[in-house]
């Protein structure tokens, strides 16, 4: 297959089902990028001079950095493996994970100084009139307006398609997208608060709300930083939602103590970004293991998921101690 075959995720062929899925969020990522570019010009109109509505058109903004990270780093990950990338390329998807997260953090942050400023100071915002259709209407109901109606597309639409896909694909990074989306609903709501609080005089629930924005932008990126950093640093292979370790470990140790001349098994299973790489230990009851059944164990394991990207069987006398047996007394474990 060529290097940019959408089958494939480097050495990894996809399934049927995850070849599907991967389409699915690609087009899903570009109406995404289409149906926030909308948003952000339309806001544009009617930001007036709402803190809380400039912090949520921001939001905006910073939202498209998901879909950007996630369609380049697919470039990559597409390609094989080869003598200067030996594991491949899939490092990409953590690494746009990572400068997703710290935009989010690092603007968040200044959106929040800039809100406690705004409160500390006792700046009273305005918001002033449009003529429309020869009619003169307060622009704070246009704001309400436009905030209403474009929550309907992360919420209802490409926000829970997404949350489909990530787990078929063990895709973080469209996992956190997906979050990010299902949750704009908060930040609409909060501008709304604060457009609201303006036209009634209550100047400061217009700060408030752009604070609350901002303390969820900063959690957001934080979070997704995290999480990031802890892939990139080779932590124990976790879930698409880092809730827990994947089970994948587990079906791996209990497949090679199935094997009659295996003893005892345990592995090491690192995250590259979608697909896993695997170091399986085995003691064994033979004092000599020929080849062909390492061989034939390292294609069984490659078999139980299509995740597998690389996978080595190697025999040892004891097994190291840093390393998952997959049983609820393992030392990985109780760590």
């Known amino acids: 297959m ?5 089958h494939r995720f480097g050495r990894t062929d996809l399934p049927p089902e995850q070849h599907r899925a991967l389409h699915s969020a690609i087009r899903w990522e570009y109406f995404t990028i289409g ?4 948003t952000i010009t339309v806001v544009a109109f009617v930001v007036g001079g709402s803190q809380s509505m400039r912090t949520a058109w921001i ?4 939202s498209l950095l998901p879909q950007i990270a996630f369609l380049t780093a697919l470039l990559q990950v597409r390609r094989r493996p080869d003598v200067d990338h030996p594991y491949g390329r899939h490092r990409a998807m953590g690494v746009g994970h990572v400068v ?12 929040a100084f800039e809100a406690v400023s705004g409160l500390v100071t006792g700046d009273h915002p305005t918001i002033g009139t449009v003529k429309l259709f020869g009619v003169t209407v307060w622009l704070g109901w246009l704001m309400v307006a436009v905030m209403s109606v474009i929550v309907i597309g992360p919420v209802f639409f490409y926000g829970p398609a997404k949350a489909r896909l990530a787990p078929l694909l063990h895709n973080k990074l469209l996992y956190a997208d997906a979050d990010m989306a299902k949750a704009d609903w908060q930040t609409n709501a909060a501008s709304i608060v604060g457009v609201i609080g303006i036209g009634l005089g209550v100047w400061w629930l217009d700060g ?3 604070l609350f924005i901002s303390i969820g932008i900063v959690r957001d990126g934080f979070r997704n930083t995290r999480s990031a ?4 640093m080779d932590q124990r292979a976790r879930t698409y939602d880092d809730e827990e370790p994947h089970p994948l470990g587990r079906e791996v140790t209990e497949y090679l103590r199935g094997l009659p001349w295996v003893d005892e098994a345990a592995v090491r299973m690192r995250d590259e970004g979608q697909v896993f790489h695997i170091e399986a230990f085995v ?3 033979r004092s000599r293991v020929p080849l062909r059944w390492l ?9 139980l998921d299509w995740k597998v990207q690389d996978v080595v069987v190697i025999p040892v006398e004891e097994l190291p101690d840093e390393a998952d047996r997959g049983t609820d007394d393992s030392p990985a474990l109780r760590r």
């Open 100 to 111: 997703a997260g710290v935009a989010l953090a690092t603007v968040g942050l200044n959106l």
């Open 229 to 232: 950093v802890a892939d990139l």
């Open 208 to 210: 408030v709300a752009a």
């Open 2 to 6: 060529s290097r940019g075959d959408p």
């Open 59 to 62: 939001e905006d903004m910073l």
């Open 295 to 303: 061989t034939e164990a390292s294609a069984g394991i490659a078999a």
């Open 283 to 285: 003691t064994t009851r």
């Open 35 to 38: 149906y926030t570019i909308v």
